[in-house]
């Protein structure tokens, strides 16, 4: 389990984190969803260590990371943003190394494992510097899980690799959540809501929204978006829709398409609007209702925060 | 600090490093040791050894300057920093690879010193306190070494500001040379370099000893405070 109370880091007049408090339950997976320079990897930095705090508390499994450091270490495997890799060794010394470090007890066999769980068994002799930056980032990856600590931070654990090692790290990532607790980082709204059981939105330093992916996708409440193609002239159409209740709309492009946005909408919102066409004679040609994207909440969310 | 100790020294020999360090040294310590010893016939290595810690002082710093400044520039660092390993013994251990290194150089070095028993009687007393003295110097400047690394995020800076700390030392000496009175005595007592003149006459003088176990000391102390304050920035 990991608590963090009023985390808070300056860099000189920076407020790169700013009073940030959440907790991660045993083997649940958190996500950290935020924009470039959002502060997530700053966080990261401090939950393992790397950094200190300007103030604030951070305990994992109830260890404070101050107070006893190497303990809390022992703890937690980080997959930093940029995999720390040594380029003139070979991909098994580096492991090795790495869990020398980690003081693992069986380093052969548990390199091993921890090789054929990522994929890394075929290049374990060449040399890191010459590796493709999926075969890095598995590499860093490999190494986090060594000791098989309770805690798993990932920073951007995606970055930099194929459509199917994205999906191949996602399952890998989920399976790994049912034994150990995981925050990871992503800017990609997908990737979040395919591993995380809950996902924290960071913008500026602060959490601006906490919820499971599901819920988010639904906070948009009974906003609807519809997106219709009709027959009809500009003003015939504004002329119907300015008679319908709570609806903003833009025009889309110059083949008759319109967004229309319905606050508080009905479920038979798409059926009201397709009779109120037809009975002004305007032939709707295609209507499509659009989920509410995480996408779209994120954008409000941070526009709202700026 | 077993486990940072064997990756620094391996990959001394991995980036070449170690070789050009090991090639500069013997290369230098050998054509001194001709020039002076087989040469001219003299069986004390004392001139050879005073005159190489002033050289020593530019070819040391190829082993130190890559230390941290290198582990930021890759990031590595945080894997050392967030390993559960106090950052004394990341710093013990890089320390001491540097100076394995320098360790092995010098048994080299004592090799060819033996071959001077052929020769004619080797003193061996002050043969071995000359090397001991030596080695404790080299010691002093692969802390310095480390301590400038640990400073900066560029092996450069790191080299070059090493140099600038020992040529003013190296100068200490000098001016001590020039200088009279309390002040010379005070500029001798803080140059590491004439210190070294001690061990030259044979005896391994404790207050020399100390005196350079402390400067490393010293420095280690500092290189592993600036890593500590670094993080907290
Ligand atoms: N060492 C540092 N010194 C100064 N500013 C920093 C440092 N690290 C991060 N920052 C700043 O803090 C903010 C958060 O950065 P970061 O945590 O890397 O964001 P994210 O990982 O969400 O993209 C950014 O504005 C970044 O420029
Ligand atoms: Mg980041």
Known sequence: ?306 | MKAIFKRELRSYFLTMTGYIFLTMFLLLAGLLFCLFNLAGSVTSVKGVLGLLTTWEAFILPILTMRMFAEDRRLKTDQLLMTAPVPVKSVVLGKFFAAFAMVTGALLIMLLYTVTLAFFGTVNWAETISSFAGFWLLCGVILAIGAFMSALTDSMIVAAFSTYAVLIVTVFLGNIAAVASGVLQSVLLWLSPMSRFDDFGRGILDPSALVYYISLIVLFIVLTVKVTERRRFA
């Open chain 1, 1 to 306: 389990m990991i608590e963090v109370k009023n985390l808070v880091k300056h860099f000189g007049d920076k407020k790169a984190v700013n009073d940030i408090s959440f907790t991660v339950n045993d083997n649940e997976v958190l996500g950290f969803l935020g924009p470039n320079g959002a502060g997530k990897s700053t966080t990261m930095n401090m939950l393992t260590g790397y950094i200190s705090m300007t103030s604030g508390e951070i305990k994992i499994c109830g260890i404070d990371i101050l107070e006893n450091p190497i303990e809390a270490k022992k703890k937690i495997g980080y997959l930093p943003e940029q995999p720390p890799l040594y380029p003139e060794m070979t991909v098994r010394e580096y492991l090795s190394f790495a869990a020398e470090l980690k003081g693992v007890k069986n380093i052969k066999k548990e390199i091993d494992a921890a090789a054929r769980k990522v994929g890394l068994t075929e290049v374990m002799s060449r040399r890191v510097g010459n590796l493709s930056k999926g075969y890095k980032q598995r590499t860093g990856f490999c190494a986090a899980l060594l000791g098989n600590p309770e805690v798993l931070i990932l920073d951007e654990p995606t970055v930099g690799l194929d459509p199917n090692q994205i999906i191949e790290m996602r399952g890998l990532i989920k399976s790994l959540g049912r034994e150990h607790t995981v925050i990871l980082s992503s800017h990609i709204l997908t990737e979040i809501s395919a591993v995380c059981d809950r996902v924290l939105i960071i913008n500026d330093g602060r959490i601006i929204a906490e919820d499971t992916p599901k819920n988010l996708a639904g906070r948009g409440g009974k906003a609807k978006r519809i997106i219709i193609r009709v027959d009809g002239g500009d003003d015939a159409v504004s002329a119907v829709l300015d008679g319908l209740d709570g609806v903003t709309y833009s025009k889309l492009g110059e083949g008759g398409e319109y967004e229309i946005n319905i606050s508080n909408a009905s479920k038979d919102a798409g059926k009201k609007l397709f009779f109120a066409f037809a009975k002004a004679e305007l032939p709707i040609l295609e209507q499509r209702e659009e989920e509410r994207s995480l996408e779209d909440i994120f954008i409000e969310l941070t526009k709202g925060d700026k």
